[in-house]
């Protein structure tokens, strides 16, 4: 098993470089989300395929954005990451590199510096600053999430008009540098949403959006690490066998366009990673049952191993438009998607006149097999 994955990744990495000279269409936004916190070679990132790299992340300390000294998996973020991914621009002279501000993890100081006047002047004063300071093209706030708790976060009901205060701040602070600095391009500001109804319920999506240049909805971890319930993690569609409310991509796209965000803003969000649990009842071949853990992130190497395993079974939710896996020795179901799920989502942002697609996260596609289907499916449509 282990051998036939080496092939595989060997050929697939191939592959990757001989059409590296792809250009996705300026039509369409392709924005790769960068961990800071891999430790990967900045230079082996297929550049031509991407308008946009969002560096995660920098967090906020004292009301101001900024590389801390509190690390992500023992590993800094820091300046010579920029200067690398800024140096990918010899490649793709059009590539624009954001930092993320926040995350899941470092979304706790948001609503303190959303509350006053004061504190919104001072942090986007420090974006400004921050974006001056690393040469960047812009930033990126991803607030997780506002007048919700997150990972254990400060929140309040202010939050909800706050947040969207916060970024005409920011926008007025990086338009004026854009303006004293003579600069032919303004600076970009974007946000990463939530794709639920609670998130669309606790922000202002159609006032905030005029002050951004895109938006990033994060469709994916439907089910997740806090969930016993198996199902798939970044459907298009509902599923057939989810729960009437349960969550899709292009219900997350209908919560921003009734909001009244323009589609030509949004990009929606493809996983470069699965979700797997154990003890799941034997029943739809696991799909939407009950388990004994919650779903775990899966690396997209151990997808591929468990595609390569003949305990899996790979079966296709036609209604969801989403592949899975099921291993009825072992009762263990695997949520994930694929080159042709994600041809399936190209098509669908052809169609619904979207801005692009963003994913999470480059250094977990294998030999560039993800990246290339979305390059592929934007393409499509203009062949």
């Not at 960047?136 to 202010?158: C, K, Q, S, V």
């Amino acid at each position: 098993m282990k051998r036939n994955l080496a092939i595989i990744l060997t050929c697939l990495s191939i592959f990757a470089l001989s059409c590296g000279s792809r250009n996705t269409s300026p039509d369409y936004m392709v924005v790769g989300y960068v961990a800071g916190f891999r430790n990967f070679d900045f230079s082996r990132i297929n550049a031509s395929s991407l308008t946009h790299i969002n560096y995660a992340f920098a967090n906020i300390i004292n009301g101001e954005v900024m590389f801390g000294s509190e690390g992500i998996d023992n590993t800094d973020m820091n300046a010579e990451d920029i200067s690398a991914l800024s140096a990918l621009k010899k490649i793709n002279p059009d590539l624009k590199i954001l930092v993320s501000v926040g995350g899941w993890g470092w979304s706790g100081n948001f609503s303190d510096a959303a509350l006053t006047d004061s504190s919104r002047n001072r942090f986007a004063a420090s974006a400004a600053r921050f974006i001056k300071e690393y040469s960047l093209d812009g930033i990126d706030i991803d607030w997780e999430y506002p007048n919700h708790p997150g990972a254990g976060n400060t929140y309040r009901p202010e939050d909800v008009h706050n947040f969207t205060l916060m970024l005409e701040c920011v926008r007025k602070h990086i338009d004026s540098l854009a303006a004293a600095e003579g600069r032919r391009d303004k600076y970009l500001l974007t946000i990463a949403t939530g794709a639920s109804e609670l998130y669309a319920a606790n922000t202002e999506l159609g006032p905030l959006s005029q002050y951004l240049d895109f938006i990033n909805i994060m469709t994916y971890d439907f089910h997740h690490g806090a969930s016993y319930q198996t199902g798939h993690h970044a459907n298009l569609h509902l599923s057939s066998f989810d729960m009437p409310d349960g969550d899709a991509t292009d219900r997350a796209v209908e919560l921003h366009l009734k909001a009244g965000v323009p589609p030509e803003k949004l990009n929606i969000g493809i996983p470069f990673y699965g979700r797997i649990w154990s003890g799941v009842e034997p029943v739809n071949n696991g799909l939407y049952r009950g388990a004994t853990t919650t779903g775990a992130g899966m690396p997209y190497t151990e997808v591929l191993e468990a595609l390569d395993n003949p305990a899996f079974k790979r079966f296709y939710d036609s209604s969801a438009v989403s592949p899975f896996l099921w291993n009825e020795r072992d009762s263990v179901f695997v949520s994930y998607e694929d080159v042709t799920s994600i041809a399936a989502r190209m098509k669908y942002v052809r169609e619904k006149g979207l801005g692009g697609v963003m994913f999470w996260e480059y250094t977990e596609d294998v030999g560039g097999m993800l990246l290339q289907a979305i390059t592929d499916g934007l393409k499509a449509g203009q062949e």
